[in-house]
């Protein structure tokens, strides 16, 4: 009885389209029909046609509970979503819905699309919908261009303009194959997904934008008005607002140190590494948890520090070329002496 059954249901059904990457897999409920499982989930409540041609299904009139259907991702009914403030350090605020930053910004606030965050003297962590992780520096100005998220598919797409300044981002990568993660300035749009990378914003001398993009892992497409180029990981790329794109440019690599990570340290004390071919000067910076702590630029292949968090904290060592291009980061982790 069970084997006529399904044969049954696969005479009803016809062809069971083969699920991909872009789709997203619904179950048929009870007294579900094509007309509403668009209604309820596409942005397109008329799409029934279209879905039963995309699945196969010769009978749309009775689809059998327990079915799946196959409902592309670009079909689905995305909302607006929120990007929760995990950490943020110094002086940072917030202005809601496109107003100028006028509020404090704390930890555990949810910024809407069209809000503003302006770094000053501080810094700040947002994770968005689905645990992408955006990092401000000091004197940074972003706006949420858009926020959304579909917790059914986890697909999301999000959109920040970076007005000034410089961004770390660590991105989670899609199922969907459609870059779901943009950076926009006047001189380019990054399309990420997948990735870790960071990106800075600046004008030149003549008020044009220049968009330095420096990829550390996945795939970024940067992109203007007049072409398009996929950025390797490794590579760095300046655009000049107006002018074509340059060759990408390898970063440089992680500075080389002669320091056991286990080593125990004295207060205060002097990390050295070796100078670098290509570096005109180095970042220094220090985390703890999820904050950004400072970060220095420094000229000599060295830094003292006076103090340090009791708890464990990461300082990041980066070469930075002429051109303002940072390269990979020498990470070491430690912590202060416990006091006797």
Request: aromatic share 6%.
């Amino acid at each position: 009885m069970k084997i006529l059954r399904l044969l049954l249901m696969l005479i009803l059904m016809g062809p069971v389209a083969q699920a991909n990457e872009l789709d997203w897999q619904y179950s048929v409920k009870k007294q579900d029909s094509l007309w509403s499982i668009c209604k309820r989930y596409v942005a397109d409540p008329l799409c029934w046609k279209k879905l039963a041609t995309y699945n196969q299904i010769t009978n749309p009139k009775y689809i059998p509970p327990g079915t799946v259907i196959n409902i592309p991702k670009a079909w689905l009914i995305i909302s607006d979503s929120s990007a929760l403030v995990i950490a943020e350090e110094g002086k940072v605020l917030l202005g809601l819905d496109g107003a100028e930053p006028d509020q404090l910004l704390e930890v555990g606030d949810k910024l809407q699309p069209n809000d503003t965050v302006v770094t000053y003297d501080g810094s700040a962590m947002v994770e968005f919908a689905d645990s992408s992780r955006l990092l401000l520096k000091a004197n940074t100005h972003v706006r949420m261009d858009m926020l959304k998220y579909d917790d059914r598919s986890g697909l999301a797409q999000s959109r920040i303009e970076l007005i000034k300044g410089r961004i770390n981002n660590l991105i989670e990568k899609q199922r969907s194959g459609e870059a779901s993660y943009q950076v926009i300035t006047p001189a380019a749009v990054a399309a990420v997904r997948g990735t870790e990378f960071r990106i800075a914003h600046r004008s030149d001398a003549d008020g044009k934008s220049v968009m330095i993009t420096e990829l550390l892992e996945g795939g970024v497409e940067i992109s203007s008005d007049n072409e398009a180029l996929l950025l390797k990981a490794g590579q760095a790329l300046v655009v000049h607002e107006g002018q074509p794109f340059p060759e990408p440019v390898e970063l440089l690599p992680r500075p080389t140190m002669d320091l056991n990570s286990a080593q125990s340290v004295q207060l205060p004390v002097q990390f050295n590494w070796h100078a670098m071919a290509g570096a005109e000067k180095y970042r220094v910076s220090l985390y703890l948890n999820e904050s950004l702590i400072w970060e220095k630029s420094v000229d000599s292949s060295a830094i003292e520090l006076t103090q340090l968090p009791t708890e464990n904290a990461m300082l990041m060592i980066r070469g930075v070329d002429p051109l303002g291009i940072e390269g990979r980061d020498r990470r070491i982790l430690l912590s202060a002496p416990a006091e006797q």
